[in-house]
Nanobody, 127 residues
Framework: QVQVMESGGGLVQAGGSLRLSCEAS????????MGWFRQAPGKEREGVAG???????IYADSVRGRFTISKLYASKTVYLQMTSLKPEDGAMYYC?????????????????????WGKGTLVTVSS
């Protein structure tokens, strides 16, 4: 049973924008750190952005100021608005949920296993 599902990936030119969506149950969104992660070929999976139960957000240094994470309970969706995209932003983007705090998850040196992972959506940025 799919509990977290991403959409919105695609091909975009450098400098462009894209919005990713992550659908999950309202219960999961209300009780979890919801995070976006990405993995490029040959690279380790990295945290991109997270939004916690209280709405506080955290971002990787590489995307801060360009990406915005938000959540909307009515649509049971967590969004990742990406602007000023760079070729190095191209990757498979995953949405995940976990009952630990976002600050704890994103402060770890490596991405740890999350309670629930989506299957990913591919973002390609052309130069």
């Amino acid at each position: 049973q799919v509990q977290v599902m991403e959409s919105g990936g695609g091909l975009v030119q450098a400098g462009g924008s894209l919005r990713l969506s992550c659908e999950a149950s309202e219960y999961i969104i209300r009780t979890s750190c919801m995070g976006w992660f990405r993995q490029a070929p040959g690279k380790e999976r990295e945290g991109v952005a997270g939004i916690d139960v209280d709405g506080s957000t955290i971002y990787a240094d590489s995307v801060r100021g360009r990406f915005t994470i938000s959540k909307l309970y009515a649509s049971k969706t967590v969004y990742l608005q990406m602007t000023s995209l760079k070729p190095e932003d191209g990757a498979m983007y995953y949405c995940a949920a976990d009952t630990r705090s976002c600050r704890r998850i994103f402060s770890a040196p490596h991405v740890s296993d999350m309670n629930k992972w989506g299957k990913g959506t591919l973002v390609t940025v052309s130069s």
